[in-house]
């Protein structure tokens, strides 16, 4: 089972500042399968980046995501209100399929 | 525009059932891989099952293997989640969701979500 490990636990920022999220993988990650997802309270999940560094559908361009092998980051250019919430990475290359513990980012 | 419900979660006492449902609109749900996805309030989100779009290819995560079965309808256009031998660790929030195109993942569809609960 490959294992995710995101820091920091939780970021503290304000809007307007950048916000660095890092993942890292137990073992290298299959080909590109990569993925961040947003989670607001009460909410499903929101896939943001996948393919390593490609946003969804809707995701604004101050998304960005960036790694290879083992070692992945998600880049919030200049966060907005709404982007406080949790995120989370997760790898689906090969099975089981595993996410990350999560990074919070608080104001 | 794609739509996933889940229904069938509930209170239920430590190696009890119950059957999960995901009612899926809005695409064809026969070619995709369909997945579910649990998070215990206030923790993460583990990976659950994954069944391919025919039904014939299932995987699961090593925590529910032998106890859950993933399997759909296609006819009702539905994905189910039988589980067994529950646990007090199984209680979270399920969700079903739909890969973003014809691969197993990633999820870019995600139900509400359903609560299980499993409590003497």
Request: aromatic fraction near 12%.
């Amino acid at each position: 089972e490959i294992v995710l490990t995101q820091s920091p636990g939780t970021l503290s920022l304000s809007p307007g500042e950048r916000a660095t999220l890092s993942c890292r993988a137990s073992q290298g990650i299959s080909h590109t399968y990569l993925a961040w997802y947003q989670q607001k309270p009460g909410q499903a999940p929101r896939l943001l980046i996948y393919d390593i560094s490609r946003r969804a559908s809707g995701i604004p361009d101050r998304f960005s995501g960036s790694g290879s092998g083992t070692d992945f980051t998600l880049t919030i250019s200049g966060l907005e209100p709404e982007d406080f919430a949790i995120y989370y990475c997760q790898q689906y290359g090969i099975s089981p399929l595993t996410f990350g513990g999560g990074t919070k980012v608080e104001t | 525009e794609v739509q996933l419900v889940e229904s069938g979660g509930g209170l239920v006492q430590p190696g009890g059932s119950l059957r999960l449902s995901c009612a899926a609109s809005g695409f064809t749900f026969n070619t995709y891989w369909m997945h579910w996805v649990r998070q215990t309030p206030g923790k993460g989100l583990v990976w659950v099952a994954l069944i391919k779009g025919d039904g014939t290819t299932t995987y699961y995560a090593d925590s529910v293997k032998g106890r859950f079965t993933i399997s759909r309808d296609n006819t009702k256009d539905t994905l189910y989640l039988q589980m067994n031998s529950l646990r007090v660790e199984d209680t979270a929030v399920y969700y079903c969701a739909r890969p973003v195109s014809g691969g197993w993942g990633p999820n870019h569809y995600w139900g509400q979500g359903t609560l299980v609960t499993v409590s003497s």
